[in-house]
């Protein structure tokens, strides 16, 4: 039995203690927010944070996650919703895949530098793959984010 601490609940779940953290939000607790995608750790669809940082869910066995605090794209966190502002109003998102993960990854930009440059950015969200080309749009949506905070 493995305790995960997920979105503020507390998820007991009977696992394998090397069973990938993205294969314990999406098919035991059921969050499909995170994505699947390379399943190496390089394309960034199964970012979540963990205690503030972004990691990959595909690449992290749940016993290395157990007491940590674990947040999804369902989670709550000001700079994740703040985000999520701007993407929206900015129409961020093309066909969406890879957008939970790039949206992850920029809410832990924010918790480190609440001010990046857009060189911070490129550097941070070099992380994620977006197969659409939306890059632009996603540094306009944190540079908007930063603005309005």
Request: hydrophobic residues 35%; glycine residues 8%.
């Amino acid at each position: 039995m493995v305790t995960l601490h997920i979105n503020g609940e507390k998820h007991t779940i009977d696992a394998s203690q090397d069973m990938p953290l993205l294969w314990a939000i999406r098919d035991i607790i059921g969050y499909t927010g995170t994505k699947y995608g390379c399943g190496k750790g390089l394309c960034g669809a199964c970012m979540v944070l963990m205690d503030g940082n972004a990691i990959n869910s595909c690449q992290l066995p749940i016993s290395n996650a157990e007491g940590k605090k674990i947040i999804t794209i369902e989670g709550e966190s000001k700079n994740l919703q703040n985000l999520q502002k701007s993407w929206a109003e900015l129409n961020v998102p093309q066909c969406g895949f890879c957008q939970p993960g790039q949206l992850i990854t920029a809410t832990a930009l924010l918790n480190s530098n609440p001010n990046p440059t857009d060189e911070d950015i490129d550097n941070a969200m070099s992380r994620n793959i977006c197969r659409c080309g939306t890059y632009q749009r996603i540094k306009n949506a944190i540079n908007l984010t930063v603005e309005n905070k």
